[in-house]
């Protein structure tokens, strides 16, 4: 019986390939099969399927198996083979049991025919609004896919993700390779492009989305039995639709809609395109129009003939309508056939006294308001020509460390703004800007110092100057000194400086690091210096303490001796053969009086000197 099934499927894989299933208006099923070869239920559920997609219209079906690491053992080799992309798609949907079925996104809530019937049957009439054209081209081993995604009519939420999966059409073993005794596996998704997280993309009446797509066919694949099919996912899981190859013909529309006026006689002009034939295509195409719901005073004509006979081409198409059509989108479903009688339909829309609006933002963690309704993503709206709405943007938005703050609407309208309709294109983007918090911490707890700079937003990719004061502090009877900055983040500082600039390119906490233990002279830079040089003090004036840096650029004998204002040396902070490299030494003046002091590089030849001023 298996193999009676197996071959009924083959005989449809073959007829599946010999019609062009991207349908130009048209809805052609996506049919995603959860399974496994350590799954006894899968083994008996699977011709079911198989039989169903037998007897099915060819032209309206295409399916992808995902395969699964349970039940145990788990060691299914097509899980095995690309356990992410299996995994992906099993958490998209929460399926936690097998065999489990999905039609264009929705569980099929069984396995027998009838149910399998009725789901086909739910579908198969409902026109997609947009037409996937797919085109690819092989090179050897590496494969160039080609789609563009055409939305023909709105969508009130046009959010959507587009996929590429590489399936292979039958993987055959000569003894079953799992525990359930099934050797032949159809449509076995091998890898999901980009990602198995797909792309991201807004569908919007009139828009074409090009998406390529190239990638290397495995050597453990059968080349030929790799098949592209390419689907765009929704709300809700809903599968918009879903294409492969072209090889016959793809039939689309341009524009996708036109406004006019409600209540004067009116016309509107679009072209109906034949945009893709297969190779050696030259089978003669006939269209007719009609109303998806009739309406008195609407009518359609082709004005240069109905017929379409070279390829690439295109005819012109015209609505028309009278001052009494009330208000609304018209929707007109565009049919070709061909001389073998294959059909294809596409869709444009007519809308009278209304016009559509699309909203959205460039983050997807801001919100708008729409006539006082907030939303987080793009919407779409169909409204009367005149009638008027408010659209606002909400800000700043706090969400943890991160912060995002309007910049600008891209009509170049105030943060809120009325938005009156016309006959124009409404689409309007608000614009954020994102910014983190540079985290300010100091250790130990409780030492009374002075962070300056932290604990406050930044524009990504701007530069924070930050300090710590005092560097020397009295706390619970003993006296803490500086140590230095500990970093945690991409870009963070961890080093001496008390005073370091960051590039602020994500959430950043550092912490000021005090300790009993006067930390004298260190090494601060890995960095070798060009020249010899002396700095200025930090802080100055200064109580009790300061801190001061100096370069070396070669091994040398160094000294940093401390001068008063009369000339007589008061200490030597630093006087030892040093390597190559930046240096800090801390003068702690505890025992000294206020006053003005100098303090001089001494090394070989070079000499430089800089003032310092202790005030108690």
Not at 323 to 343: A, D, E, F, L
Not at 404 to 413: A, I, L, M, Q, T
Not at 510 to 533: H, L, M
Request: hydrophobic share 35%; aromatic share 12%; proline share 6%.
């Amino acid at each position: 019986m298996k193999n009676k099934f197996t071959n009924l499927f083959l005989l449809i894989t073959s007829v599946l390939i010999n019609f062009n299933l991207s349908f130009a208006g048209d809805r052609t099923i996506l049919v995603e099969r959860f399974t496994s070869s350590t799954c006894g239920p899968c083994a008996s559920a699977n011709p079911s399927l198989e039989s169903f997609l037998g007897s099915a219209d060819p032209n309206k079906v295409l399916s992808v198996s995902y395969h699964m690491n349970w039940p145990a053992p788990g060691n299914d080799p097509m899980y095995l083979a690309n356990p992410n992309d299996n995994t992906i798609r099993r958490t998209v949907y929460g399926v936690n049991s097998i065999p489990y079925w999905f039609f264009d996104g929705t569980y099929v809530g069984g396995t027998s025919l009838s149910l399998l019937q009725s789901a086909y049957n739910s579908r198969t009439n409902v026109l997609s609004p947009v037409t996937i054209v797919v085109t690819e081209s092989r090179n050897g081993s590496t494969v160039s896919v080609k789609a563009d995604i055409y939305c023909e009519f709105a969508l009130s939420n046009p959010n959507a993700t587009v996929y590429l999966s590489v399936n292979e059409r039958l993987v055959s073993y000569s003894s079953p390779p799992g525990t359930n005794g099934e050797r032949n596996f159809h449509d076995v998704m091998r890898k999901v492009l980009p990602t198995a997280n797909g792309i991201p993309v807004t569908l919007l009446p009139g828009k074409v989305i090009s998406i390529d797509y190239t990638y290397t066919i495995e050597p453990s694949w059968q080349a030929s039995e790799i098949e592209n099919i390419v689907f765009v996912q929704g709300y809700a899981n809903e599968i918009i639709n879903t294409a492969t190859k072209t090889l016959n013909f793809n039939l689309t529309s341009a524009p996708s809609f036109k406004v006019v006026n409600q209540g004067v006689n009116q016309s509107a002009d679009y072209s109906v395109k034949i945009p893709v034939t297969a190779s050696g295509y030259n089978s003669l195409v006939s269209f007719t129009a009609e109303l998806e719901t009739p309406v008195s005073g609407i009518t359609t004509q082709f004005t240069g003939g109905n017929t379409i006979s070279n390829f690439p081409d295109s005819l012109g198409f015209r609505v028309s309508s009278t001052s009494g059509v009330p208000n609304g989108v018209y929707k007109v479903i565009i049919t070709g056939t061909n001389t073998s009688g294959v059909v294809h339909k596409t869709i444009v829309n007519y809308l009278v006294g209304m016009n559509y609006a699309v909203f959205g933002a460039n983050r997807p963690q801001v919100t708008y308001k729409v006539d006082n309704t907030s939303y987080s993503s793009s919407r779409l709206f169909t409204w009367n020509i005149g009638s008027s709405h408010t659209i606002e943007a909400v800000s700043p938005i706090t969400q943890g460390n991160t912060r995002y703050v309007f910049e600008n609407w891209s009509n170049g309208g105030p943060i809120l703004q009325n938005i009156t309709v016309g006959t124009q294109e409404i689409n309007v983007t608000a614009n954020f800007k994102i910014q983190y918090k540079l985290i300010g911490q100091y250790s130990p707890a409780g030492i009374p110092v002075t962070l300056n700079g932290v604990n406050v937003f930044y524009d990504s990719s701007s530069t924070a100057s930050i300090s710590v004061t005092p560097l020397h502090v009295q706390y619970n009877g003993q006296t803490y000194h500086f140590q230095g900055w500990e970093g945690t983040g991409a870009g963070s500082y961890t080093g001496p400086n008390p005073t370091p600039q960051i590039q602020v390119n994500n959430i950043l906490v550092q912490k000021a690091i005090y300790d009993t233990i006067d930390v004298g002279i260190t090494n601060y830079s890995s960095v070798i210096p060009s020249k010899f040089g002396l700095y200025q003090n930090f802080p100055n004036p200064f109580n009790p303490s300061t801190s001061i840096r100096f370069d070396l650029p070669k091994s040398v004998n160094a000294a940093i001796v401390v001068y008063n204002a009369l000339g007589k040396e008061v200490t030597r902070l630093v006087n030892e053969n040093l390597s190559p490299g930046s240096y800090q030494v801390t003068f702690n003046a505890g025992n000294l009086p206020s006053g003005v002091y100098y303090y001089i590089l001494e090394a070989e030849s070079f000499t430089q000197i800089k003032k310092l001023v202790l005030i108690k």
